[in-house]
C-alpha cells in the first residue's frame, strides 16, 4: 500500500516538474524572441533588418526560409502582404537605406518604406534568377525617435507574381 502512495505522490511531483521547467523555458523563450526583434544588428554603424527579424503581415504565401546563406522571405508573391518591424529609437536621425534581394531577369517591384508619417518609394529590378542577391540603394529616410513600425509595403509586382526574395535593409546614419 506505502509503495502504490509513493508512486503517485512521486508521479504528481514529476508532473509538477515538467509543467515548471516547460514553463520556465517557454518564458525564456519569450523574453529572447522580444528582445531579438527590437535589436537590430549594428554592423559598421550600419542598422541591418533582416529577414530572420522581419514579421511578415497579411494573406499570401510569404515565409521565412533559408535559400540565402542569412536567410531570406521567399515566396512573397502578393501585394496584400508586407514587412514590418519594430523600431526603438532614442532620437531622430536620417538613413541612406539600401536593401539586398533577388529578382529573376525581366521582372520589377516597386514598394514603398513607411514609418511614423515618413515615406520612402523604390523599386528593384531583376537580374539573374532567383538566387542572384543583389544590393540596391534606394535613398535616404528620416527616422524619429520612439518605438513605432516600419513596414516594407510593395506597390506594383511587373508580370503579377514574385514581389522579391528579402534578404535585409541596410540603415546607414548620414553624417549631417
Do not use: C
Not at 105 to 121: D, N, P
Amino acid at each position: 500500500m506505502e509503495t502504490k502512495v509513493l508512486g503517485k505522490v512521486i508521479h504528481g511531483a514529476l508532473h509538477v516538474l515538467g509543467a515548471a521547467v516547460a514553463t520556465f523555458l517557454l518564458g525564456w523563450l519569450l523574453v529572447v524572441v522580444a528582445q531579438r526583434s527590437e535589436e537590430h544588428a549594428l554592423i559598421d554603424g550600419v542598422n541591418t533588418l533582416a529577414a530572420v527579424d522581419a514579421r511578415i503581415v497579411g494573406d499570401g504565401t510569404a515565409r521565412y526560409e533559408e535559400y540565402h546563406k542569412d536567410g531570406n522571405i521567399g515566396y512573397w508573391d502578393q501585394k496584400s502582404q508586407s514587412l514590418t518591424w519594430t523600431i526603438v529609437r532614442d532620437e531622430s536621425a536620417r538613413y541612406r537605406v539600401s536593401i539586398d534581394y533577388s529578382l529573376p531577369e525581366g521582372r520589377s517591384t516597386q514598394f514603398k518604406l513607411v514609418a511614423e508619417g515618413e515615406e520612402l518609394k523604390g523599386e528593384v529590378a531583376g537580374r539573374g534568377d532567383w538566387a542572384t542577391w543583389q544590393t540596391q540603394a534606394l535613398g535616404e529616410m528620416a527616422l524619429p525617435g520612439g518605438s513605432y513600425l516600419l513596414k516594407l509595403i510593395p506597390t506594383e509586382i511587373s508580370e503579377g507574381k514574385g514581389v522579391m526574395n528579402f534578404v535585409r535593409l541596410k540603415l546607414e546614419p548620414v553624417s549631417e
